[in-house]
């Protein structure tokens, strides 16, 4: 931490002399936190947002500084609260920029020209101010194995459409191919967040999802209780792949689905986890994509997603100017072109054609028009960690619903 730290303190927005010496020709330097760069899915994009920078901005060098996802907001915190650090950082959209905006740089005078090209701005803004520009968005499918449907005598293009259906058309699957209904990897507790998000639209009333993500959360609700049962419940009969609570969600529970442990995984749309990843295994047309299951009348079922991950500007770097302008590069049209066809990522940029990419983004893409917001995504993150330690309470027996509905409900309202 203290090695990635001095890194970045000195590179941070720094001027020095040119190699020549001429005190006239000083190179400017910026310095990018993110857990992207380094990985080989992502080379081309970052290498196309590096060129549409060197055009908007010759002779700027900039240092992109791959952290561990891990360690991730840890390290960006000690950053925070030392005022040193990168210019330019990655983040997840949600309660983890919200809660550090106060150390970010408001950026709507910078990004007013690529509104209405990307999608996803919600999640990196608060109380109406901007702090990243989105360059995924980030959703949670409920991804389902064509070909187990088909071992088992179901029709892989009608997947149920009420939770009921769906458990018994599991127990059909189980007997045939003794496969779970469900892969969850719950070690870090974010199984319940995509669990929340993925199958809350079809148990929450419209207003009720709509009073959710506005902060009006009724955490006494028949509703949101009937979503923490079914997670419990789910648990409880055998619906999900053994060993959830320690099955680690980045990648392990992937590939529980992907191999065939498991019909359903409620997944994710952007770079990883998604309809690319388990193409390794299982071929584009045997991937589905289903909308929650009804579980209430009147629920009325749609695709959660936000904007995934965003490039924000920290608030202490020396030159604002430069750093909006290298997020606006990260965001440009070749270069999320680039990591779509590359890493299979949905990107923000509502113009690129994906329609090559197969019947999942197809049905996907399709549905985005008429999304919301996810649920966890309007939570704080203190909130998210409380509820991941409570899920797994849930999972082992030693929490009951009401304990943890109580319990949630403290931590959403101290914010």
């Known amino acids: 931490m203290a090695a990635a730290l001095a890194a970045a303190g000195c590179g941070s927005a720094s001027r020095t002399a040119s190699p020549s010496g001429n005190p006239q020709h000083k190179q400017q330097k910026l310095v990018v936190w993110d857990w992207k760069s380094g990985e080989p899915a992502a080379a081309e994009y970052i290498e196309k947002a590096k060129a549409d920078f060197a055009r908007r901005r010759p002779g700027v060098t900039v240092e992109f500084v791959a952290q561990p996802f891990d360690q991730y907001y840890t390290l960006l915190g000690t950053a925070i609260q030392t005022g040193k650090g990168p210019d330019v950082m990655l983040f997840n959209g949600g309660g983890q920029i919200r809660d550090r905006a106060g150390a970010l740089l408001p950026l709507d005078r910078y990004v007013a020209g690529d509104r209405s090209r990307l999608a996803g701005w919600d999640a990196f803004s608060k109380d109406g101010t901007t702090y990243a520009a989105p360059v995924t968005l980030q959703g949670h499918p409920i991804y389902y194995n064509k070909a187990l449907y088909e071992k088992a005598g179901l029709d892989p293009a009608a997947p149920p459409r009420t939770w009921d259906e769906l458990v018994t058309g599991c127990a059909a699957i189980k007997k045939a191919t003794g496969a779970a209904c469900f892969a969850l990897g719950n070690k870090e507790g974010f199984g319940i967040q995509f669990f929340l998000s993925g199958l809350a639209s079809g148990v929450l009333t419209p207003q009720e999802y709509n009073d959710w993500i506005a902060g009006k959360r009724d955490w006494n609700s028949p509703h949101v209780k009937r979503i923490f049962e079914l997670w419990k419940d789910a648990g409880d ?29 409620i997944g994710l749309m ?3 986890g998604h309809w690319n990843d388990f193409a390794e295994f299982l071929p584009p047309d045997k991937i589905g994509v289903m909308p929650a299951p009804v579980v209430t009348g009147g629920a009325t079922p749609s695709l959660p997603y936000d904007g995934g991950i965003g490039y924000a500007v920290a608030k202490w770097t020396k030159t604002p100017d430069l750093a909006a302008d290298l997020v606006r590069s990260l965001t440009s049209a070749d270069a999320l072109t680039a990591f779509h066809a590359k890493a299979g ?45 409570l899920s797994q309470q849930l999972l082992s027996g030693s929490a009951t619903v009401d304990e943890a509905l109580e319990q949630l409900a403290a931590s959403d309202r101290a914010g």
């Open 237 to 265: 009969k055998g619906l999900n792949n053994e060993g959830a609570n320690s099955t680690a969600m980045f990648t392990d529970v992937f590939r529980v689905f992907q191999t065939g442990k498991a019909a359903h995984i």
């Open 270 to 272: 952007s770079d990883i």
């Open 345 to 389: 990522a949905i990107a923000s940029d509502t113009t690129i054609d994906v329609s090559r990419a197969g019947p999942a983004v197809a049905t996907i893409a399709s549905e985005i028009k008429t999304g919301k917001p996810a649920l966890h995504v309007a939570l704080s993150s203190k909130t998210l960690d409380v509820m991941g330690r």
